[in-house]
């Protein structure tokens, strides 16, 4: 027969070992995580798509980051092929220093957790793909948090995972430019 001093003892023990083990839970999930922090309803317009970009769709829902992903010493992210040229892909002139650049330099945006608020300003990032790596400058933040609007070509926000790179990063590293999208690693440098 168990004693109501040993149920109470048991329960004690078995409420602790929950609470310990969804705190570790809690913890170790937290790590890392990005999660998005809201979502833009989508709004379509005058989609400019000669880079087949993804236009926003009515109704549909596209998810917002402030955060993006850890950086490591080889941190994972999408690479895509992105012109700093005026009255090309990126608009207006770069935010970090209000000028266009050549497609030829090596120059990238980051998604907005990975520019952090400009913290990342002309800092040069080092980008490997394909065993090639590239030094290029962070000049403009790819927004993960606005889109579907007019300024932004009624393309929906970034992914928070994005470096968008001009061409002469592409030839530097040997990609394919008709892919205009690849898997690469990126590190402060």
């Known amino acids: 027969m168990v004693t109501a001093s040993a149920l109470a003892t048991m329960a004690i023990f078995l409420l602790v070992a929950l609470s310990t083990s969804h705190i570790v839970s809690s ?16 709004k379509s317009g005058n989609c400019e798509k000669s880079k087949n970009p993804d236009c926003c769709e009515d109704g549909k829902r596209y998810p917002q980051y402030h955060c993006s992903p850890p950086v490591t010493v080889a941190t994972k992210a999408i690479l895509m092929l992105n012109s700093f040229e005026k009255g090309k892909d990126g608009g207006g002139p770069s935010e970090c220093d209000n000028a266009y650049q050549s ?29 090639n790596s590239v030094y290029s400058k962070v000049v403009d933040e790819c927004g993960s948090v606005y889109g579907c609007n007019d300024y932004h070509n009624y393309e929906p926000p970034c992914a928070n995972n994005i470096v968008n790179a001009s061409l002469g990063v ?17 590190s402060d440098e």
């Open 27 to 42: 913890l170790r999930s937290g790590v890392g995580v990005c999660r998005a922090n809201g979502y833009l309803p989508g």
């Open 103 to 131: 497609d030829e330099e090596m120059v990238v945006m980051l998604s907005t957790g990975w520019f952090k608020s400009m913290a990342r300003r002309g800092h040069r990032i080092k980008i490997t793909a394909n065993g």
């Open 170 to 186: 592409w030839n530097v590293l040997g990609l394919d430019q008709n892919v205009s999208m690849e898997g690469i690693t990126w």
